[in-house]
């Protein structure tokens, strides 16, 4: 059975989706997602106990579809902001948690939080929290969670903006970046800005037309 959750785990299924896939409880499928991500992971790097994304983060986007990543909920809508929240092993009964808020038409990451260290209840407390916004989260394999979050930086650099200060310290739990990412950002590949409540508008603008012209983005702002 263990080689059947593998093959169904690279295709991107949750745990939830390879327990109806294999018709076994999910309580079956979980310790087994559990070690075959520990054998993923890099030696240096901590065990991954779980990766959360909210559901609708594919709208707007291209995908690969030989990744096989699944949105559960594609048409809930997010306007290109995307969350993503990503847990290691820190000892056996705690862990280090990231969070990152990413921009994924524009902008790249536009906040970050952690490292944190926390315990189950503590996890599951905040995880309620942080997706809170959303129609909802589900599971993510952790090679979406650094598509989306790494390849968001390198499109937003693209277009002249760097990441918020706090993500590089948030950064090491999502692992080793290599390459270019299997998503197309921007809306529907377009760069498309939306003003936020502690944007400086104006200086994205220019921003964007040193590098593009008007015709090249989209752009909704509180006074247009």
């Not at 559901?55 to 969350?83: K, N, Q, Y």
């Not at 969070?99 to 599951?124: Q, S, W």
């Amino acid at each position: 059975m263990k080689k059947q959750v593998r093959e169904l785990r690279a295709q991107g299924r949750s745990p939830k989706e390879i327990a109806r896939a294999l018709k076994v409880p999910p309580s079956v499928v979980a310790p087994l997602v559990r070690e075959i991500a520990a054998e993923a992971t890099e030696p240096d790097e901590p065990a991954v106990v779980g990766c959360w994304i909210n559901v609708g983060w594919s709208a707007g986007l291209g995908l690969d579809p030989a990744r096989g990543w699944t949105d559960e909920a594609p048409e809930a809508g997010t306007e290109g902001m995307v969350s993503v929240l990503v847990a290691r092993r820190h000892t056996w009964n705690r862990m280090t948690v990231c969070g990152y808020l990413a921009d994924v038409f524009c902008l790249g990451v536009k906040n970050a939080i952690g490292p944190d260290v926390v315990d189950d209840r503590e996890l599951t407390r905040f995880r309620e929290f942080f997706f809170g916004e959303y129609a909802g989260w589900q599971e993510a394999p952790i090679e979406l969670a650094r598509h989306l979050v790494f390849g968001s930086v390198d499109y937003a650099r693209s277009l002249g903006f760097e990441p918020h200060e706090d993500f590089a310290p948030a950064a090491e739990a999502l692992g080793k970046w290599e390459g270019d990412s299997a998503i197309t950002f921007g809306r529907n590949g377009k760069p498309f800005y939306m003003e936020g409540p502690y944007d400086d508008a104006a200086k994205v603008l220019r921003t964007l037309r040193r590098t593009l012209s008007d015709d090249d983005f989209d752009f909704v702002t509180g006074g247009r």
